[in-house]
Each structure stands twice: as C-alpha cells, then as structure tokens.
C-alpha cells in the first residue's frame, strides 16, 4: 500500500476536524487550500499553548504563600550544636601523656591547630615539614589526635533545662561528626543514630515558648541552626556564640519555619528548586541540606587539589584522609577552600570554592531578637551559663503550594488540543492505526481476495 495512499486514507476517516476535507474529491483546490491553512494555523495555536503550559509547569509549578494560623502550629525548636573552640588543659594533658613533661612546647600549637583545624595549619606546616623539623613530630593518623584532645560530652555539658524542667543532657546531646571536628548537639537530624532517645522540643499555646539553658565547661562555639543544618567553617556570625568562661549568654531569637503542601513531592527537584532532607547525595552526612551539600564541596575540591580531605571532615575513610604532605597542601590552597562562591555569582572569576548547592525544602528563618552577656562575678568553677529561646510562639510561616501538578498539564494540554483541533487520545492512536495495522490487514486481505480469483480459473 503506497505511502500516499494510506496519508489519503487516514486524513479522510480522521476524527481530527477538517483533515476529511482536505482530501474531499467534490472539493475545490480553493476550499481544499482553505482547510490546509485552516489546520496549520490550529496546529500551530496548539503548539503555543501547549509549549507555555510545559513551561510553567517546569518553571512556576511553585508558589509561596504566607500563612498566619499559628494557634494550629507546633513549633520545632533549632538544633543546638555545641562544638568545641579551644582547650589548653587538655592539650597539656595530652602533650604530656605522648611526649612526656619535659617536651618541646611548640608542639602544643601543633597539637592545638591539628585538634582545632579551621583550614589553615601555620605552625604544623612550619615545625613538622622542611629542613628544621621539630623532634617528635607526627605525620599521619591527625583524626587520632584530634579526638585525643576533644572533650567528651559530660565533660563539656552540664545542668540541661528545657523550659525550666532539668533533663540528663548527655542523654538528648548526641555526638555529631563535622568539619569542625566532634560536636555535640540536640535536635538535630544529623546527630546521633536513628533510635537514640529524642527530646520533645516543640512549642505551641499550650506550652508558651521553649527555651533551653545549659552549662559548659570549655571555651566552645554554640550554633543554633534548623534541624538538618550542620556547623560549617563558613557559618554566618548571626548563627552561633562564641562563649568561655565565667560569662552568662543569652540569647533570644524568632523563628520562620516553611511548611510544604503534601504534592510538593510529586514536583521534581528542578522545579521546586530545593531539596527534602530525605533526598541526599551527599557522604558527608546522612541528610540533605545546604549546608552539609557546602561541605561536600569543599571535601570534592579537597580531593581535587591534594588528592585527600581534612582529617576533620565527617563520615570519611581513613584513606581519604590528608597525612602531612596532604596537610600542607591544604594550607597552600587555604583561601580557595575558605570561601564560598555560588554557581550564579558574579564574583566567580575570584578565588574561592564555587558550589553549586540548592537550600533545603524546609530550612528556617532564624532571627536574633535579644542578646545580652553578663560576668559572672564570684564564680567559683570556669563554666559558662547559656540560654536559649524563642522570644515568642511565630505568628507567620511560609507555605510552598503546588498550583501546577502532573493532572493540571495533562487538562491543559486536554484542553488545548480538544480546542484547537478536535483531538482526543484516540486521535493519536489513530495515527498509528493508520500506519502500521491498517496497512498489513488490507494487504492481507488483498492477497486472499486474489487468492479467491486465482483458485476457479484453474479448475476451468
């Protein structure tokens, strides 16, 4: 059957409207070329919508609302991260213990900077590598001694309260691997296993806003991030307190969640431009946010520039760890792993680690509202008080709606097509119809019509 033939056949049994008329033999080329143009200007509408609908389906599927019910809400509580700043006992007490009393003092920095590593590595560089080098240096295994001299959690936390109930704070305050080394924190995603004890830090009207206070025993940065936010060398100021001893901190902040309507997770990543925690690519830690995604980045680049990562950096093989060559080279190319530069910067020719990470779907909107520090004059033990709260119950939240689902493109173009053209689902089936079933059936049924004629001639 030829091509021509079976386009004939088809555009005249069509449901597409008009198609029948364009091969109307009682037609006129006049009315024919009318009907031509006729479809290709609905075709070409069709194609317009149809494009413009694919389009915000891929680009404006999303909408952010803000919602004021908060008499509905429970409020989750930050996570409170304690980390470890400094300790010059304890690096006595380990410098002792591995080089005994009498021992070159210098080597406490160097024991210092490898427990306390912020990137840079000026004294170990200096003493440990090149022509000089300082007896009893070490050169490999830096993790070892870094959580050597970090403090473990009943000896940095003390006198938990959560809303002015006492609770066993190393029983909440799970050990939490980051770049800054071993951190301790509660209310965190990323802390602790899957079935250690939790504590239940929401807030509603029926418990006022939460407030947590603690004591610490060592000089420590304390972070107050969302749930699934990580401690980061490039955590902005407004996120954490530097505190030490015989200070009292307090700290009172506000807090914006984002709630997400359920058929969000229909939406793929590209269009709602954010990722769920559950949704991880990363190794460093077990879930997605963006600032655990910036610390992949600088652990890629590591692995890019020295061919291993800081001995600090979470959830890491020993292979992949730097020894003292490894260590070097990361001091080298401080600055370019120190900075942060987004993939859509305009300052992306500087040095600096460009990354291309997407915020989290539910991140937060931390605020500090109330700051204030006092002497603790007369103390007699060097700890340092720290409070925590909300300043009150949030009145505002964001809400990220869908208004363009998987339904809503497929009524659309529906829609358009049903308009323009006619057309149904079995339109198109018909295409195929025509093309390939139809053909094959009238060509057998042609053969065994011949076959019939064949047949009583030879028996003539």
Not at 352 to 375: A, Q
Not at 397 to 415: E, F, P, Q, T, W
């Amino acid at each position: 059957m030829r091509f021509s033939r079976i386009i004939e056949e088809y555009l005249k049994n069509s449901t597409l409207h008009g198609a029948r008329f364009i091969v109307d033999k009682d037609a006129s080329w006049i009315e024919r070329m009318f009907w031509v143009i006729c479809l290709v200007a609905s075709w070409y509408a069709s194609w317009l919508l149809i494009k413009a609908s694919l389009s915000a389906f891929e680009n404006n599927a999303i909408s952010f609302v803000v919602e004021s019910s908060f008499r509905d809400w429970n409020t989750n509580f930050p996570a409170i991260i304690v980390c470890e700043s400094k300790n010059m006992d304890r690096i006595q007490e380990v410098a002792e213990q591995l080089w005994g009393a009498d021992h070159d003092f210098t080597l406490e920095e160097v024991l210092s900077e490898i427990a306390f590593f912020r990137g840079e590595s000026y004294h170990t560089v200096h003493e440990c590598s090149g022509e000089e080098v300082t007896a009893s240096c070490f050169y490999s295994n830096f993790s070892y001694y870094a959580e050597l001299v970090r403090s473990s959690c009943l000896d940095s936390i003390s006198n938990c309260e959560w809303n002015n109930k006492p609770f066993e704070c190393c029983k909440y305050f799970h050990r939490m691997e980051t770049e800054l080394g071993i951190c301790y924190a509660i209310n965190s995603m990323q802390a602790g296993k899957h079935k250690m004890p939790r504590l239940n830090m929401f807030s509603n009207r029926n418990s006022g806003p939460g407030a947590l206070k603690m004591e610490l025993h060592t000089e420590a940065t304390v972070f107050i991030l969302g749930t699934e936010e990580v401690p980061t060398l490039v955590t902005p100021k407004t996120d954490f307190l530097v505190v030490g001893p015989y200070i009292s901190f307090v700290r009172y902040i506000s807090k914006r969640d984002i709630e997400n309507d359920e058929e969000i997770r229909q939406t793929s990543v590209h269009q709602r431009n954010c990722r769920f925690a559950d949704e991880n690519i990363l190794d460093v830690h077990k879930f997605y946010s963006y600032s655990a995604c910036t610390v992949q980045c600088r652990k890629d680049r590591q692995m890019e520039l020295c061919n291993c990562s800081s001995h600090l950096s979470p959830n890491s093989p020993d292979w992949q760890l730097c020894n003292m060559e490894g260590l070097e080279c990361l001091n080298r190319n401080y600055e370019d792993l120190s900075v942060i530069i987004a993939k859509w910067s305009k300052l992306r020719g500087r040095k600096g680690l460009v990354c291309d990470c997407l915020p989290s779907c539910t991140e937060v909107d931390i605020t500090t509202v109330y700051d204030s520090k006092e002497n603790m004059a007369g103390s007699q033990n060097a700890i340092s008080r720290i409070e925590v709260g909300l300043i009150e119950l949030p009145t505002e939240r964001y809400k990220r709606n869908l208004v363009r689902g998987k339904l809503d493109l497929v009524v659309s173009i529906g829609g358009t097509t049903g308009l323009f053209v006619g057309a149904s689902l079995l339109s198109f089936v018909e295409i195929f119809y025509y093309i390939t079933i139809r053909p094959y059936t009238t060509y057998i049924n042609e053969k065994r019509r011949l076959k019939r004629l064949i047949i009583p001639k030879r028996f003539q």
